[in-house]
């Protein structure tokens, strides 16, 4: 029989960050992981001998002493990382379909709003009003913080806010409140629902500052994997597990695909924890519960266009861009069928092999299932690799081809530096992350009910826990901070968040 302390399903951010804080307080790991490849959306793949990330296109907070610098360096990754920082004047640039100019959001608050007043130079007031409104809602969450002495009610008066009504009342121009809530696809912002303290959470990390990775995200992955093998713990790749078996008190084993069976003392599900529950049998997690879950919404899912550039074709710039249609920056998921895509994001990928030209280039728009629903029944998972037929193919190609338009409006003459290109729809998502609509983000937030879309890392079953992210915050800063509360949870003290703070 194993003997495992922890078993972890999953090796996503949030499941990898558990497996390293646990190994580091002595306890014995094993991973299951049901793709070849680790890293969940830290995964990369390769075209033309082109490295892409599929989920991790920037991230924030990494220069020292930040959040996930301090996380990261605790982990013991800080000197093994090739990261590259984004322009320092401009990490992300807002453009709106009809006006030529290229709106930048600067890293550092004071270089953010004076690059703003360029632009809009008589908005001072509202935009010092709207960086010390992020920065005091982000003062609330201590584990943001790496605060462990947080209490709840720090919080609870800033979770109640709508982002849009928050950005529109800062300011009465209206150009300036449609860039400010211009990459707003980071967090698949929604109007009337979106609470500010997302936004807060995740534009403050990338004003403190922006990095791309080099080669891709999954260097990340790698690195934590290599650690937790080296304080003892086994990563199972390419193992699915198909049940979480309990008795009447507490999960017993977990059951493999093969039928094979591996049990351990705790047990935490880095899968979305409605497809968790799907595969648990046991009363104690009641109907009510799981019913709860199961009615919160997922996110939007995204058409992903990963482009190979020509050798020295297409100059490399460290930043990214998010364009929109006029008048649409806050609905750019409800398209139409003729009117797609109202908006994308674009991102250059970071190479070692130089910045003067830009070996490849990702665009990223929403795409609701539906969308590919009739294809849903052929699968592209590590075991089954099946073949969605032509006209899927055709329906990528036009999908593609439509997004090339658009993106040749902002970039003329774009397809001449193409040496190829290849797609990614939410059935890509689906199948390499896990979940069952390939929701770019998990769990959507809802301002006007905010403790209905928090999710607890415990569970009834007093063995078994959540992470990842859709417990707090999505991205690699959120996922990585849920492993830091699970790991919590599941030891009973937050003593890592010390650890962490003082790395
Ligand atoms: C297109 C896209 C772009 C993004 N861009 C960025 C970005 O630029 N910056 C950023 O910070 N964040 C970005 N994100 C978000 C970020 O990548 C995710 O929030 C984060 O990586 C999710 O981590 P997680 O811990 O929740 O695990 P996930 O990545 O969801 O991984 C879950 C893992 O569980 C495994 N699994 C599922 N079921 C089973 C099972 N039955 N048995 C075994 N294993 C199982 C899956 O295979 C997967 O490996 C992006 C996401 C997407 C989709």
């Known amino acids: 029989m194993d003997n495992f302390d922890v078993i972890i399903i999953g090796s996503g951010m949030g499941g990898l960050a558990c497996g390293d804080l646990l190994s580091r307080e ?95 130079p008589g908005e001072e007031n509202a935009l010092r009003t709207y960086c010390d409104r992020i920065k005091e809602v982000c003062s609330k969450f201590p584990l943001y913080n790496l605060r462990s002495n947080g209490e709840y009610n720090e919080k609870a008066s800033v979770l109640e806010i709508d982002t849009k009504e928050y950005i529109d009342s800062v300011t009465q121009n209206e150009k300036l409140r449609v860039v400010l809530a211009g990459n707003n696809a980071l967090y698949a912002g929604q109007p009337g629902k979106t609470p500010f303290y997302v936004h807060a959470l995740i534009l403050n990390s990338y004003i403190e500052s922006s990095w791309k990775c080099v080669d891709g995200g999954s260097q990340i992955s790698k690195f934590i994997a290599r650690n937790i093998r080296e304080m003892g713990g086994v990563i199972l790749r390419d193992t699915e597990v198909v049940r979480i078996v309990a008795d009447a008190k507490q999960v017993t084993h977990v059951e493999l695909k093969d039928g094979s069976r591996k049990h351990a003392t705790h047990y935490i599900s880095n899968m979305h924890p409605v497809k968790t529950l799907e595969i648990t049998d046991s009363d104690l997690i009641k109907n009510v519960y799981r019913k709860r879950l199961k009615s919160l919404e997922n996110s939007i899912s995204s058409f992903t266009l990963n482009i190979v550039f020509k050798k020295d074709s297409f100059k490399y710039f460290k930043y990214n861009y998010y364009c929109h249609n006029e008048g649409t920056v ?119 009910d905010p403790l209905r879309t928090f999710i607890s890392p415990r569970t009834k079953l007093p063995n078994l826990f959540f992470t990842g992210q859709n417990l707090n915050l999505h991205g690699i800063l959120g996922a990585a901070m849920s492993g830091l509360v699970t790991s919590c949870a599941l030891l009973g003290n937050d003593k890592i968040i010390e650890k962490v703070r003082n790395a």
């Open 330 to 448: 806050w609905t750019v998921a409800d398209y139409t069928e003729e009117n797609w895509p109202l908006g994308y994001a674009m991102f250059l990928s970071a190479s070692s092999k130089g910045n003067v030209y830009a070996e490849s280039m990702t665009v990223l728009t929403y795409m609701r299932y539906d969308e590919v629903k009739q294809w849903e029944a052929t699968f592209n998972t590590a075991s089954d690799q099946q073949d969605r037929g032509t006209e899927y193919d055709a329906f990528k190609r036009r999908k593609a081809e439509r997004l090339l338009d658009s993106v040749e409006k902002k970039f003329p003459g774009l397809r001449s530096h193409i040496k190829a290109y290849y797609t990614a729809t939410p059935l890509s998502y689906r199948d390499y992350i896990g979940n069952d609509d390939g929701s770019l983000y998990g769990i959507v937030k809802d301002y006007k």
């Open 26 to 120: 002595g306890l014995k790991i094993c991973i299951i992981e049901k793709n070849k490849q680790l890293g969940g959306c830290l995964q990369t793949y390769v075209r033309d001998k082109v490295i892409f990330d599929s989920g991790v296109h920037y991230l924030g907070g990494l220069d020292k002493g930040q959040n996930l610098y301090q996380i990261f360096k605790y982990m013991n990754l800080m000197d093994k990382l090739k990261l590259q920082k984004q322009d320092e004047d401009v990490f992300d640039k807002i453009v709106i379909d009809t006006d030529e100019t290229e709106y930048p959001f600067a890293q550092g608050y004071e270089n953010f709003i004076n690059k703003l007043l360029v632009h809009f």
